[in-house]
């Protein structure tokens, strides 16, 4: 400890060359150090002072750093204090300033203010059109390099259980309303993928079942189905499965092999099979129903088109028939149940025609041939067929009364080819009312018999007898 006070006075006595807050203060500390050295050898007390000489500096040194490091400022190379706010407090430099600290650059905005993420760009900038790239993998020639974006839904991954549960209720909603794009647009929202052959499969397997008319709307849906869904080689897979399941199909539908051979010829003349599907079979078939499938095919395409018309192989079916004959049918219905008798075979038969709108013709025409029958036979089959007709719904009320009321408008004419036709039609018409047929409203609305011709004018109204 003495040592070091005989240092530090030894260091009072050379004022010139040992100034620790002066020379320090305004930077000459170098030179102090570099006179030391310059007047020769130190002492251990010298030397002690020259050590606590330096640690003082090292710690103005770090004080100063830290102090300019706090108040955020920073000297440019002309010495002037850069980046302070001339409205923040005193000391303080403004902490939202993007100038920069490091006394570089000019304090401009980065970009103008234009740069940095989410900006939009500096204000009336005008963006030109990208001109697409054609190294870009989305890039499209034709398209001139627009990217199209489209949903894509997966494939449907179903066993045939699920399947046929997914697709059946497609195939009867079908049945009823016989719109095709509907079914198309189904399709493609389902993306059945290598399955979708096997919804034609099952739209034939139910049609089997159905009538005349759900097989007819099932060859215009494959129709309609081939190129724009299906391929011809997704048709041919369904028919081959179709075949292949001929003896399960014959023990619900005994006619089965007949029909697939009405299917698989009107497919070919609708272009929706290739020509080729029936050479594909030829010797190479050992199933007897799959092979009268295939012969019946084959004998109807090798048929001329002026005997028979395979766009109507399975007939005109409900209202897409003609009217006259839609009468024919009736008539014949009618004819055939006078001579038979049999209720349940007529009642089949006017199901057959599936023209419920057109049942008022088949009243007309069973009171018009009541009217110009001889004998109360006609009379009162008529009346048992209307009423079985009337008592199970196959013919409304509406319908009724609508054939009864074309009786009623034609009865003038009539009366000239049958002279008794009132009084036939009176006595018909009150059976009718006491079966329940028809409506006593509609009894009352019956044209009576025609006046009688008067004696003489001044016989007092007294009729011809």
């Keep these: 400890m003495a040592t070091e006070v005989e240092a530090w006075t030894i260091a009072q006595q050379h004022d010139g060359v040992f100034s620790m807050e002066g020379d320090l203060a305004n930077g000459d500390e170098d030179d102090g150090l570099n006179e030391v050295e310059v007047n020769g050898n130190w002492t251990p007390q010298e030397k002690a002072l020259h050590e606590a000489r330096l640690k003082a500096k090292a710690?103005?040194?770090?004080?100063?750093s830290s102090s300019r490091n706090s108040?955020?400022?920073?000297?440019?190379?002309?010495?002037?204090?850069?980046?302070?706010?001339?409205?923040?407090?005193?000391?303080?430099?403004?902490?939202?300033?993007?100038?920069?600290?490091?006394?570089?650059?000019r304090g401009l905005p980065k970009k103008g203010g234009a740069g940095g993420k989410g900006v939009w760009g500096a204000a009336g900038q005008v963006y030109?059109?990208?001109?697409?790239?054609?190294r870009d993998p989305n890039y499209d020639e034709a398209k001139q390099g627009d990217t199209v974006y489209a949903t894509v839904k997966p494939e449907l991954d179903l066993n045939e259980k699920e399947l046929e549960k997914t697709v059946n209720p497609i195939v009867k909603e079908f049945f009823e309303h016989g719109d095709t794009k509907e079914v198309q647009m189904l399709l493609k929202e389902l993306n059945l993928g290598s399955n979708k052959y096997e919804f034609s499969s099952l739209a034939v397997s139910l049609s089997l079942e159905g009538k005349a008319s759900h097989r007819e709307l099932t060859s215009r849906l494959l129709s309609d189905l081939s190129g724009k869904v299906m391929s011809e080689s997704d048709m041919a897979r369904a028919f081959d499965k179709i075949i292949r399941d001929l003896p399960d199909l014959i023990l619900d539908t005994p006619e089965a092999p007949q029909m697939l051979g009405q299917f698989i010829a009107r497919a070919i003349a609708d272009h929706a099979l290739p020509m080729s599907f029936l050479d594909r079979y030829k010797g190479k078939v050992d199933c007897d129903y799959a092979r009268a499938a295939l012969d019946?095919?084959?004998?109807l395409l090798s048929m001329k088109k002026e005997i028979v018309r395979l766009d109507n192989v399975w007939g005109v079916g409900g209202g897409l028939r003609p009217v006259k004959h839609l009468v024919k049918e009736m008539n014949l219905l009618l004819k055939e149940y006078l001579i038979s008798g049999v209720l349940s075979e007529a009642e089949r038969c006017l199901r057959d025609l599936e023209v419920p709108h057109f049942h008022h013709e088949l009243v007309y025409e069973a009171v018009v041939m009541v009217l110009e029958s001889q004998g109360d036979t006609a009379v009162h089959m008529m009346v048992k067929l209307l009423q079985t007709f009337g008592k199970?719904?196959?013919?409304?009320?509406?319908?009724?009364?609508?054939?009864?009321?074309?009786?009623?408008?034609?009865?003038?004419?009539?009366?000239?080819?049958?002279?008794?036709?009132?009084?036939i039609m009176e006595t018909f018409v009150d059976l009718c009312y006491q079966e329940s047929v028809i409506t006593k409203q509609l009894r009352d609305t019956c044209p009576s018999r025609g006046r009688k011709r008067f004696v003489s004018e001044g016989d007092g109204g007294r009729i011809k007898d």
């Excluded at 920073?74 to 600290?101: H, I, Q, V, W």
């Excluded at 030109?128 to 054609?134: L, T």
């Excluded at 019946?296 to 004998?299: D, F, I, Y």
């Design 59 to 64: 710690k103005r040194r770090l004080r100063k």
């Design 71 to 105: 108040n955020s400022e920073s000297f440019s190379e002309s010495g002037d204090l850069a980046g302070s706010d001339p409205n923040s407090p005193k000391g303080k430099a403004n902490t939202n300033d993007r100038k920069s600290r490091t006394g570089k650059g």
């Design 128 to 134: 030109e059109v990208e001109e697409p790239d054609a």
């Design 296 to 299: 019946r095919a084959a004998v």
């Design 392 to 423: 199970s719904g196959i013919i409304t009320v509406d319908q009724m009364n609508r054939g009864f009321q074309r009786v009623y408008d034609e009865l003038p004419e009539i009366n000239v080819d049958v002279p008794h036709a009132h009084s």
